[in-house]
């Protein structure tokens, strides 16, 4: 078989057969094919896309181009993926809510690059917090109380690793088939029986409109259904930071928040609809069973306990998550107040991330430190009305990142007189 032949038949929109599939995801991931030609059929992919079939056979091969984690020991093993955003701190709510219904949340979650946060990050602004675990002391740690939440680690999906570096300086990342191979490649090798796909549009996401995120949400459920996995996507949001908090500790005091009943009503409103999507589909419930399981999980306080002790089994200090101790305070705060009357109309959330990330909260590189006291609390949102004057946000970290990031976070409002409409968080749900 020959790759030049493999990429003239996507060139004329033809569809690739099984066994070519397998013959271009073997040589990506031993690195026989080089790299000229991975960047020619990737372009031809983004050019004429792939059927159904095609995204399913290259998503199961790049799953299996590496690690798989076997969790079929583990009961009703559940999985929620967010597609990245601002503020999204789901998980650390999420997964206790769904572990204290009966579903078992072993996950692994990554570190935040850029703009958006990573779930691993804010982990680890919990002291003494282990993300490195090996795989028999993660899955005991999950069976014992219903979650586990860690860093990545293993082999898994090579062959994906490959071509997402190869599409990143090739202008062929934004393909529906490729970024939903990507993601469910990853999914599959995870090992989750149920797969909640959380998929954000607005201008903190990646898919800037609705429709964009609706395709992929298809795409990816029509993968993990394919696959044998229980899945289905939540169609959320992102115009607008998800709560009030963006950074690490921070976050992790507003899903504490958002826990004990106290949490912002569209974070909240978010988290339920996740955790009662994963119950659902593991346990066959209805929607409405579910919904009503979630919300009881939080009112009832277990929810939160599972959170403690999950934190407690991984070397975390759970007196941080009920307020016995407190987390590092930061070396300055800075007030950002609003320029001018009236309704803030809209509110850019990629440069609010932005904003977090140069108070220290982020960073552009894998290897860059973060402080994990650093970030911003908003105080005003979009919808809201503001007095010139008002403070919008307060900005914490070191003074001189501060000044900076104020600036830049002064440029994600817009503030004019007539009140904007209301959006809901959930746009849409696909199975």
Not at 86 to 115: N, Q
Not at 315 to 343: I, M, N, Q, R, V
Request: charged share 25%; aromatic share 6%.
């Amino acid at each position: 078989m020959l790759m030049t032949d493999i990429i003239e038949k996507k060139r004329d929109k033809l569809p690739l057969s099984d066994k070519e599939i397998e013959f271009f995801v073997s040589g990506v991931t031993d690195k026989s094919i080089p790299d000229y030609q991975i960047s020619a059929l990737l372009m031809a992919i983004l050019l004429n896309g792939m059927d159904r079939r095609e995204t399913l056979t290259l998503t199961a091969l790049m799953a299996k181009s590496g690690d798989m984690l076997n969790l079929s020991d583990l009961p009703h093993t559940a999985d929620k993926h967010s597609t990245g955003g601002v503020g999204d701190k789901t998980t650390l709510a999420v997964a206790p809510i769904a572990a204290a219904l009966g579903c078992t949340v072993a996950k692994m979650s990554g570190r935040g690059l850029g703009f958006t946060g990573g779930t691993v990050d804010k982990l680890e602004s919990i002291t003494g917090y282990k993300t490195a675990l090996e795989t028999t002391e993660f899955k005991k740690i999950a069976k014992e109380y219903g979650m586990c939440v860690t860093g990545q680690s293993g082999n898994f999906a090579p062959a994906d690793k490959r071509l997402y570096a190869i599409r990143d300086v090739t202008a062929t990342v934004n393909s529906i088939p490729l970024i939903a191979s990507s993601i469910m490649s990853k999914k599959l090798a995870a090992g989750a029986q149920t797969i909640v796909l959380d998929v954000k549009f607005g201008s903190g996401a990646f898919m800037k409109t609705a429709e964009d995120a609706e395709k992929l949400a298809r795409e990816m459920v029509e993968i993990g259904n394919g696959a044998g996995r229980k899945t289905a996507a939540v169609i959320t949001d992102m115009d607008v930071p998800l709560g009030f908090a963006i950074g690490n500790a921070l976050e992790v005091e507003e899903a504490v928040r958002v826990l004990k009943g106290e949490g912002e009503e569209a974070l909240t409103s978010l988290c339920v609809a996740l955790a009662a999507k994963m119950y659902q589909i593991s346990f066959g419930k209805t929607e409405e069973e579910s919904i009503s399981a979630a919300k009881k999980a939080i009112a009832d306080g277990s929810a939160f306990k599972t959170l403690c002790a999950a934190v407690r089994a991984q070397g975390g200090d759970e007196k941080l998550l009920t307020g016995e101790h407190k987390f590092p305070e930061p070396a300055a705060s800075l007030e950002l107040l609003s320029p001018a009357d009236g309704y803030i109309t809209a509110m850019n959330s990629e440069t609010v991330g932005k904003a977090a990330a140069m108070t220290g909260a982020g960073r552009e590189r894998l290897d860059d430190s973060i402080d994990y006291s650093a970030g911003i609390i908003l105080s005003k949102k979009y919808g809201d009305y503001v007095q010139k004057g008002e403070r919008l946000a307060t900005l914490y970290g070191e003074s001189r990142r501060i000044r900076d990031a104020r600036e830049r976070l002064l440029g994600a409002y817009s503030i004019e007189e007539s009140r904007p409409p209301k959006k809901p968080i959930v746009y849409k749900i696909i199975e």
